[in-house]
């Protein structure tokens, strides 16, 4: 069975600082991954995602991930926040060849100060 | 263009009633997912359904069920509610199934259980 483990439920971090939010996964079978971010009161939106190809994924909003088969990586980092990315921040996996149904971790909080 | 609508936002039920939450996805997707999002946890998958056939069951009880209408909007009903059942409940709509496919959130519905 597939799992997503996020290691940090919180990372506080103040404004223009990089930031990295870990994610590790574990599977038996290929996997594909994602980030989505939640801001307060609204639904998902999809960061970015590893199908296939160059490891190093840019995504939206200056965010950018690399995925690492060996350690079953695949971490998100900004090289200089801003305090709009204030959200939650959730790694998913889906299996390959499957309906696209995915598994979530549990999400890291991330806190931008001034 | 309108995203991923969801109705009602909010609903307070009681222990043992039942309830129907329903989805209506972006013109032109013809499959919609549900999942729930308990507090301080990431989503987890219900249901997937594409062309109002179910493709995808997660780890539920039986209280929950779902379908899908010509129209490719989509219900899910919970029976007999438990306080555990309190959660957001997020609907998904994407073009098509598989992992190729992004899948667009809805804001939700929040569901408390008393």
């Known amino acids: 069975a597939q799992s997503v483990t996020q290691l940090d439920s919180q990372v506080p971090v103040f404004e223009e600082a990089p930031v990295e939010l870990r994610c590790n996964y574990s599977?038996?079978?290929?996997?594909?991954l994602f980030w989505y971010v939640q801001y307060p009161n609204q639904g998902l939106q999809l960061l970015l995602k590893?199908?296939?190809?160059?490891?190093l994924v840019k995504g939206i909003n200056g965010f950018e991930a690399e995925f690492n088969k060996s350690q079953t990586s695949f971490h998100l980092r900004k090289p200089s926040v801003h305090i709009s990315d204030t959200a939650e921040y959730f790694c998913?996996?889906?299996?390959?060849?499957?309906?696209?149904?995915?598994?979530f971790g549990k999400g890291t909080k991330l806190s931008v100060k001034p | 263009d309108a995203g991923v609508t969801q109705s009602p936002t909010h609903l307070i039920k009681t222990r043992g009633q039942q309830v129907t939450l329903r989805c209506s996805p972006i013109s032109g997707h013809k499959s919609v997912s549900w999942y729930q999002q308990v507090l301080g946890q990431g989503p987890q998958f219900i249901f997937q359904?594409?062309?109002?056939?179910?493709?995808g069951r997660g780890n539920f009880p039986d209280r929950f069920s779902a379908r899908q209408f010509p129209n490719y909007s989509s219900e899910l009903n919970v029976n007999a509610l438990l306080l555990g059942d309190s959660a957001l409940y997020l609907c998904?709509?994407?073009?098509?199934?598989?992992?190729?496919?992004?899948?667009?959130f809805g804001q939700g519905t929040r569901l408390t259980v008393v």
């Open positions: 998904a709509s994407s073009s098509t199934t598989g992992v190729n496919t992004e899948a667009f």
């Open positions: 599977s038996s079978v290929s996997v594909y």
């Open positions: 998913a996996v889906t299996m390959r060849g499957s309906q696209g149904n995915l598994i």
């Open positions: 359904y594409y062309e109002k056939e179910e493709r």
């Open positions: 590893y199908l296939s190809g160059s490891t």
